[in-house]
């Protein structure tokens, strides 16, 4: 599987629906680029965090905003309830039954975007500067290993 065989322009990204679970294992930056590529294909977003992930989903909104690829629709904040799972349970045996988890509660954060009316213009600049980078970084490339060849 040699990553050169297919450029990266060329997959597709399909998302049928335009809800993102937003998670504090992946940084904003994944959000910002996730949440762009829904935004092609749906008019409006909504982010899903839950907990500590609040803060992920809210920076990568307001990078979304600030450089005017969406506008805010509406924040609505809930408290539910969840069951704990085992692994964040620490002084507890190993085996644990599916069930029987305490109950918590846990703060979550809805975001909804709408796409805004600069989004395709501010996304074709987007992409012209990342083509410039990568024709950069391979001439680059290109003059560095010439140089040490010599």
Known sequence: M????????????????NQINVSNRK???FYVFLCKKTLE???TLVLHALGNATS?????????VRNGYAEYGSMETKTIEVEEN????????SEQREGTG???KRAKLLITLK??????ENM????EIKEENEKYIEAEKEARSGSTKE
């Not at 040699?2 to 629906?17: G, V």
């Not at 796409?115 to 395709?120: E, I, V, Y």
């Open 102 to 104: 305490r109950m918590v």
């Open 56 to 64: 992920v989903s809210v920076i990568a909104a307001e990078k979304l």
């Open 41 to 43: 294909q749906h008019d």
């Open 124 to 127: 074709k600049k987007f992409n």
């Open 2 to 17: 040699d990553s050169k065989e297919e450029p990266r322009d060329t997959k597709q990204l399909n998302f049928e629906s």
């Open 27 to 29: 940084n904003q930056s």
């Open 115 to 120: 796409r805004s009316a600069d989004f395709h």
């Open 86 to 93: 085992s692994r964040s349970r620490r002084n507890e045996g």
